[in-house]
T-cell receptor, first 112, second 117 residues
Framework: DAGITQSPRHKVTETGTPVTLRCHQTENHRYMYWYRQDPGHGLRLIHYSYGVKDTDKGEVSDGYSVSRSKTEDFLLTLESATSSQTSVYFC???????????FGDGTRLSIL | AQTVTQSQPEMSVQEAETVTLSCTYDTSENNYYLFWYKQPPSRQMILVIRQEAYKQQNATENRFSVNFQKAAKSFSLKISDSQLGDTAMYFCAFMKHHGGSQGNLIFGKGTKLSVKP
């Protein structure tokens, strides 16, 4: 299995608070992605990174920011969490943009 | 924009039988990749099989095989000799072959497969 660790695995927080999710990889892959999974929508891309300090927006990026200061870490931040951001968040990595993506175990985030 | 459609929200199959999950997609691209991912109740996303659009031969991984029809934009997954451990959500996904920086997946909404003893 690809060495991908997401933390925390579960989090409950209140509306308006900042939240940071972490994705850590030990594969030295260049590409990292953040998706959210909601019932009836499958997985949708939030942001992705194609190198240290190189990031770009995905389909559902509003309300989210990301940072990648090291190859192994990709952080997803909700600056002011809203109930619509309650979801399961998945991190994925790939060696190159044309290689399959491998996923972490997900973070279940509940915003009350 | 690319879209992926899985028309079967739920399916069931008896253990040891064969089942086929449907997927269609819409794209104007000529070079791309298609994937099937499995998500068991444990929530992990597991890559099942991958198909490159420029390859005419259908991909096979043990009991899993695909029927890739490029002209029809169809990419179905066949599971032979179904096992109880195959019970999961199955997602079809599309990825463009890029010359640029992006390589994200476009997912269908999934098919929930139940394998019955």
């Amino acid at each position: 299995d690809a060495g991908i660790t997401q933390s925390p695995r579960h989090k409950v927080t209140e509306t308006g608070t900042p939240v940071t999710l972490r994705c850590h990889q030990t594969e030295n892959h260049r590409y990292m992605y953040w998706y959210r999974q909601d019932p009836g929508h499958g997985l949708r891309l939030i942001h992705y990174s194609y190198g240290v300090k190189d990031t770009d927006k995905g389909e559902v990026s509003d309300g989210y920011s990301v940072s990648r200061s090291k190859t192994e870490d990709f952080l997803l931040t909700l600056e002011s969490a809203t109930s619509s951001q309650t979801s399961v968040y998945f991190c994925a990595i790939s060696e190159s943009k044309n290689q399959p993506q491998h996923f972490g175990d997900g973070t279940r985030l509940s915003i009350l | 924009a690319q879209t992926v459609t899985q028309s079967q929200p739920e399916m069931s199959v008896q253990e040891a039988e064969t089942v086929t999950l449907s997927c269609t997609y819409d794209t104007s691209e000529n070079n791309y990749y298609l994937f099937w991912y499995k998500q068991p109740p444990s929530r992990q996303m597991i890559l099942v099989i991958r198909q490159e659009a420029y390859k005419q031969q259908n991909a096979t991984e043990n009991r899993f095989s695909v029927n890739f029809q490029k002209a029809a934009k169809s990419f179905s997954l066949k599971i032979s000799d179904s096992q109880l451990g195959d019970t999961a959500m199955y997602f079809c996904a599309f990825m463009k072959h890029h010359g640029g920086s992006q390589g994200n997946l476009i997912f269908g909404k999934g098919t929930k497969l139940s394998v019955k003893p």
